[in-house]
Structures are given as structure tokens and as C-alpha cells.
């Protein structure tokens, strides 16, 4: 059985998915770029903000879904450019107390809205 998450934390999907699925135990987070949920702008000013604004996206979903970044078991981000590896490491990681998720960074050549990073995430209760 699945449930979907939706909370209005985060910026509405931008096509045919939802925030988040729960099933089980287990809570799969869409994709989250640096966009505002109530203005819909994209805070790409600085790559530390861009970033910010997706932490503070996933974490409105794992909220909702009754859970924090000490569930997440697994990460993907995607960057546009990985010269900014560092940055996006660094606000990253405070987010995170201990026992860090398993994760994967990758370049890739562009991704929705033209923004430069986007973190997928799973959790479990």
C-alpha cells in the first residue's frame, strides 16, 4: 500500500509526480530544485543558496511525512557543474548530525528549470 506526501513546503511538482511516495517503512522524495514554495522563484543567486532552498524543500516533505534528515538512508544529487561539489557539500552536510545517507553525486548537463543542483531522497521510519 502506498500513500502519497504532499505538503505546500515545498513548491508544487512541476509534472505528473508528487513530493514524495510512503510505502512501508520506506518514503521516496522526488526530486527538489531551489524553488520557492509560495513565490515560485528560484533562489540560483549563489549555488549556497540554491542549495539551502532544496534542503529546506526535502525537508518540508520528510516533515510531512512525520520523518527528519536522520531517516534518510540515501541521497542522489545531480549538479550541472561539479566545480561547485565543494559548496553544495558543505550545506549539505549541516543538515546532518551523524551517520550520514548513502549517496552518489553526478554532473549532469542541464536540469529542469535551468537551475544548477537537485537532491532525490529516501527515508525510512
Known sequence: MKKVITTTGAPAPIGPYSHAVLTGNMLFISGQVGKHPETGA?????????????????????????????????????????NNFSK???????????DFPARETV??????LDVNVEISMIAAK
Open 107 to 112: 554532473q549532469v548537463s542541464r536540469l529542469p
Open 88 to 98: 553544495v557539500n558543505a550545506v549539505y552536510g549541516s543538515y546532518f548530525t551523524a
Open 42 to 82: 528560484i533562489h540560483n543567486e549563489n549555488i549556497d543558496a540554491e542549495t539551502t532552498r532544496v534542503m529546506e524543500n526535502l525537508k518540508a516533505i520528510l516533515n510531512e511525512a512525520g520523518m527528519d534528515f536522520s531517516n534518510v538512508v540515501k541521497t542522489t544529487i545531480f549538479l550541472t557543474d561539479l
